[in-house]
């Protein structure tokens, strides 16, 4: 039996860039790389994936500003990427006649070269008219951004325009000549949490240690962000405080003076429409339930309701358009949309459901304070995105969706069925799953159990086209289960695994894989876990916890070290949704089901593919880093591969994903049983 080594001796991989950390990591990826990249396979995967990922005839979703749709795109030729635009009539020229005539603003591999960087982009804050962008790059994925003013009229940076380094950086524009910024600005200027805690008001051609402090929080709290919102009736100047991943406080800039808006601290902030501030209710508050989306008078402080869910629908999120607010909803985890407009005499609220055929997600990808059209898309596990526009002013009276493109199928769906199916967990709570494969396949498939359950995301179907190419064409099976910690049913579904109820989210997915074996879709030889971020520790706990479950464990970007994730940038933000691993008997429970610290030398677990990024400053790599050398020393096989960009993706750019793909299925490939 080999012996364990104390924690501690392994934190030296916590140094990112530490020569011998790296010295390390390139030597584990090596080997890693060698077997998998000379696999017959390896090439087949990696030049299918690109090929779907670098199609020409993808749908390029746009954002609308203004009277033009901007977009951000990659292909074989533009690897880093460009950021274009196009007017809205062009935007929705066919196909056949060539497309959209995109003007290009940003050609990101140009730029690259010309400043000796490795820029990934990182989006863009637009001034209210629309002719300045501050513009924001990544050196290598890396959430901390530099920034800088573009000319949207002129089409170049501007010369002694508002600049800023690497941060992690927020930043809106008041007016043209006007932001408000939260960044690094020196000593005692950002959170535990690695964000900033104090936001300034920075105008042109002044220096930004002379701009004056609009707020301030305590450096125990998670982050304070500006806000601007540009409405007709008036323009909504804010600051959002989070003490937490979960609680915030909304204040009202005006000359200066800040005004608290009356919402209760739990609720999810939405913006702000027509005198009114919009939120999602995490809890009971002023006789509205749970899940709801209520709006707060910000005169009379009236509360009215716009939505309410019941036990098996939740809320996914809301955005408001010129007269109207468009909200997502989810019922069992089925996609819907609708628009609400509020009554003359204000108080109530009427909906209508936009109408979308299908059992899948629907998802809002742009609308505008200063316009009533939107974009939608339609897909779900075996049809491919379609892009909609939907006129949603209250003129209109029609909220039938106008098709503009559709995404050609990627992979032979012919035979193939997504199901929804149940599973009881160990409290008896029935966790919701989708099964994608070929019925009449004979059992045991090879089957891929994917996972996440935090943060109150919800997994809604959709379609991944490399997954349906490089695993269900081959004949096996992927599944996604819906446990909870996710957001599929509101915020109780996520609440019921927070903190000390970790464990929940943990048995609905080994209930989850339970059932797949109990009816002989699948065995322990041909099974095998995914997950990612929160996902990563949700498949390293489950393996540690489990280790005859499945064959395979894809364990990605993870958090693993539960009694340090709170040291290691940003980990101290996710204490409200994991605990504080300083309280004694948070600690005692963190440490139960902490991968890091529940692998042991004289147990056989499956051997596991540890991916992560060398640039990824959002979860550490110092946890995969960590756990992949105790299992070493302990004696298990493992697999690594540490990208040294790409940030909390682990991959910066398109030939990097497809490779990271590749690299994932022929894992699968070596690991499962045929």
């Not at 209508?352 to 316009?371: F, K, Q, Y």
């Not at 916890?545 to 993870?558: K, T």
């Not at 298990?636 to 040294?644: F, G």
Request: net charge negative.
């Amino acid at each position: 039996m080999s012996e364990q080594k104390a924690d501690a001796d392994y934190e030296w991989l916590e140094e990112v860039d530490g020569v011998e950390a790296l010295e390390w990591v390139e030597a584990i990826s090596a080997g890693t790389l060698a077997e998998f990249e000379a696999s017959p396979r390896f090439a087949e995967y990696q030049d299918a994936a690109l090929e779907i990922l670098e199609a020409d005839d993808r749908i390029a979703f746009g954002v609308i500003r203004g009277d033009r749709v901007y977009n951000f795109w990659q292909d074989a030729e533009h690897v880093r990427g460009l950021w274009r635009r196009v007017d809205r009539a062009g935007y929705e020229a066919d196909d056949a006649d060539g497309g959209p005539d995109w003007e290009i603003l940003i050609d990101l591999d140009v730029l690259a070269e010309i400043d000796g960087a490795n820029h990934v982009w990182k989006g863009a804050a637009v001034s209210p008219d629309y002719t300045r962008a501050m513009v924001m790059l990544s050196d290598g994925g890396k959430d901390a951004v530099t920034v800088r003013e573009f000319d949207l009229v002129a089409c170049g940076f501007v010369a002694g325009g508002f600049e800023l380094p690497e941060a992690k950086t927020f930043v809106a524009y008041v007016d043209n000549d006007t932001l408000l910024v939260g960044t690094d600005f020196g000593d005692d200027s950002l959170t535990e949490s690695g964000y900033p805690a104090i936001i300034r008001r920075w105008r042109r051609g002044e220096a930004l240690d002379d701009a004056e402090t609009v707020h301030e929080i305590d450096r125990s709290w998670m982050l304070v962000s500006p806000s601007v919102q540009h409405r007709a009736e008036r323009t909504y100047v804010s600051v959002v405080s989070l003490p937490d991943f979960f609680t915030n406080e909304i204040h009202l800039v005006d000359d200066g003076t800040l005004t608290a808006v009356d919402l209760p601290a739990d609720a999810q902030f939405q913006g702000f429409f027509d005198g009114q501030a919009l939120a999602i209710l995490r809890t009971d508050w002023r006789d509205q339930t749970q899940g709801s989306l209520i709006a707060l008078d910000l005169g009379t402080d009236a509360v009215s309701r716009l939505y309410e869910p019941d036990d098996r629908s939740s809320v996914a999120g809301a955005a408001t358009t010129l007269d109207a607010v468009v909200y997502a909803v989810i019922e069992d985890v089925i996609g819907g949309l609708y628009v609400a407009r509020p009554g003359s005499g204000g108080g109530t609220w009427s909906s209508e459901e936009v109408p979308i055929d299908g059992l899948g997600t629907v998802s809002l990808m742009s609308a505008s304070d200063d316009n009533t059209e939107c974009f939608v898309s339609y897909n779900d596990y075996l049809t491919p995105p379609s892009l909609m526009s939907v006129d949603v002013g209250e003129a209109s009276g029609d909220l039938e969706p106008r098709a503009l493109r559709s995404q050609p199928s990627r992979f032979d769906s012919s035979g193939l069925v997504a199901e929804q199916r149940f599973a009881t967990s160990a409290d008896g709570t029935r966790v919701p799953y989708f099964v994608v494969g070929d019925p009449e396949t004979p059992g045991p498939s090879r089957t891929l159990l994917y996972g996440y359950g935090g943060f109150e995301i919800p997994l809604t179907p959709g379609y991944s086209a490399v997954t349906g190419r490089l695993w269900l064409e081959q004949g096996h099976t992927f599944v996604v289960a819906n446990i909870r910690g996710g957001g599929e049913y509101g915020p109780s579904w996520h609440q019921a695994a927070l903190k000390a109820n970790r464990h929940k989210a943990f048995e609905d997915f080994e209930a989850v894989a339970a059932a797949l074996v109990a009816t002989g879709l699948t065995d322990r030889d041909h099974l095998a876990i995914s997950g990612g971020s929160n996902g990563g520790l949700l498949v390293g706990s489950v393996f540690t916890r489990n280790p005859d479950l499945c064959a395979g464990v894809i364990c990605s970007v993870p958090l693993l070290d539960m009694l340090r994730y709170h040291l290691l940038p940003a980990g101290a933000s996710w204490v409200g949704e994991y605990g504080d691993p300083t309280d004694a008997e948070m600690a005692a429970y963190l440490a139960s089901y902490s991968p890091f610290h529940n692998v042991k030398p004289d147990v056989d677990y499956p051997t596991v593919f540890f991916v992560t990024s060398t640039r990824d400053d959002r979860v550490h790599p110092g946890h995969a880093r960590k756990m992949v050398a105790r299992m070493i020393d302990q004696g298990h096989d493992v697999y690594y591969y540490e990208n040294t960009e790409g940030g909390h993706s682990a991959g910066a750019n398109l030939k990097q994903q497809a490779r990271l793909s590749a690299l994932q299925y022929v894992y699968l490939d070596t690991v499962l049983a045929p």
